[in-house]
């Protein structure tokens, strides 16, 4: 547990936050040109607006709009991947949408979960929001049976986003009803929770690409260990954001707040005796923020992303790719903002990280 040298952080709702980075951001610009970008967001509006049944659904088609409204830069993975393997933008489309519908879809699901108070549910109701997250699984489905793929592999993208929808699930359940005790506890949670979407979306990329059954497993795994990665910056963003995020109350599943209050460190008794009043006391939460920094916490997440960069690396540079350049960048843009996260924090605290 917590081992490794630590001289070195998908369900955040559809708003931006007011105050603090945001490593979720920064982990993800300039991906791809923004033209480019602007139109694929566009077409999907267009041809989300003309299935079958969500034509009749006007307040479903307005959350997607919404959504789409705001770029999404993940929707974009399987983008990524199908270039990657020697397919276009056209191919990719049918995924990209898939992967938004889902993406919406465990979003809203996971804000009732979590009673997360910026919620769509919050304006819609519990009701009519989970009939929109059934209808949007559907929609995944129905977008990659439409699609152009040869039958194999439209069966086994159609069974790429039911395992998805299903790793999610159980991933949820296990968030909502356990006690992280560890952190082999943390990443299996992780691992079920996040894993699963990044992972697929990936997938679904090199499949409607071309790629091989065995190649897109290949390219899957690299989206699990991103998922990893996303998480990490997720966490680090909500341990250090003003104001308090829920994670300082939720039973250790934040990587960095696990870490400054389980081990063994000088500050580690004050840290759990200020957590528990850091929602709500503005200098108990600067305090644990500060303990966080000088304690190695927020170090040792950064050394968990870089050290599972290296690892993809490698694993890139043995697959057979058309086009590396495309899967590569997109793991280059999650370790760039590391540098930028301790540039944000003040000098006292960088100067404590280096130490």
């Known amino acids: 547990m917590f081992m490794g040298d630590c001289s070195l952080g998908l369900d ?29 967001f566009n077409q ?19 959350l997607f709009q919404k959504v789409a409204k705001s770029k999404p830069k993940h929707w974009l993975l399987p983008l990524y991947a199908c270039e990657a393997v020697g397919g276009n933008i056209n191919q990719a489309m049918p995924a990209i949408l898939a992967v938004g519908c889902s993406h919406i879809s465990i979003v809203l699901v996971d804000d009732m979960l979590d009673e997360d108070e910026r919620g769509e549910y919050v304006k819609l109701g519990k009701p009519a929001v989970a009939n929109m997250a059934s209808a949007l699984q559907s929609v995944a489905v129905h977008v990659i049976t439409e699609s152009g793929l040869n039958q194999n592999a439209k069966l086994q993208a159609i069974e790429t986003v039911n395992e998805m929808f299903f790793a999610t699930t159980i991933g949820q359940y296990w968030d909502v009803n356990s006690i992280v005790k560890d952190e082999d506890d943390y990443w299996k949670i992780t691992k079920a929770k996040s894993s699963p979407f990044f992972g697929a979306s990936f997938q679904l990329g090199a499949l409607i690409g071309g790629a091989s059954f065995e190649k897109s497993l290949q390219i899957k795994e690299l989206g699990s260990m991103y998922g990893e990665m996303i998480q990490i910056h997720d966490d680090v963003d909500d341990a250090l954001s003003q104001p308090a995020k829920p994670d300082w109350e939720s039973n250790n599943k934040c990587l960095p707040i696990l870490f400054a209050s389980m081990v063994d460190h000088p500050q580690k ?8 009043n850091a929602r709500t006391n503005l200098k108990s939460l600067e305090e644990a923020q500060e303990i966080l920094i000088q304690c190695g916490a927020i170090s040792y997440c950064m050394y968990q992303l870089l050290e599972r960069y290296e690892i993809v690396k490698e694993k890139i540079s043995k697959i057979n790719l058309q086009k590396k350049e495309s899967l590569q960048k997109v793991f280059d843009d999650v370790v760039q903002p590391v540098y930028q996260l301790f540039n944000e924090i003040d000098s006292p605290r960088t100067a404590a990280i280096a130490s």
């Open 269 to 276: 008794n004050r840290f759990n005796k200020m957590r528990p």
């Open 12 to 40: 955040t709702p559809f708003v931006t936050t007011a105050q603090g980075y945001s490593t979720n951001t920064l982990a993800m610009t300039e991906l791809t040109n923004k033209g480019v970008n602007m139109e694929i």
């Open 44 to 62: 999907l509006v267009n041809q989300f607006s003309q299935i079958s049944h969500i034509k009749e659904w006007n307040e479903l088609q307005s």
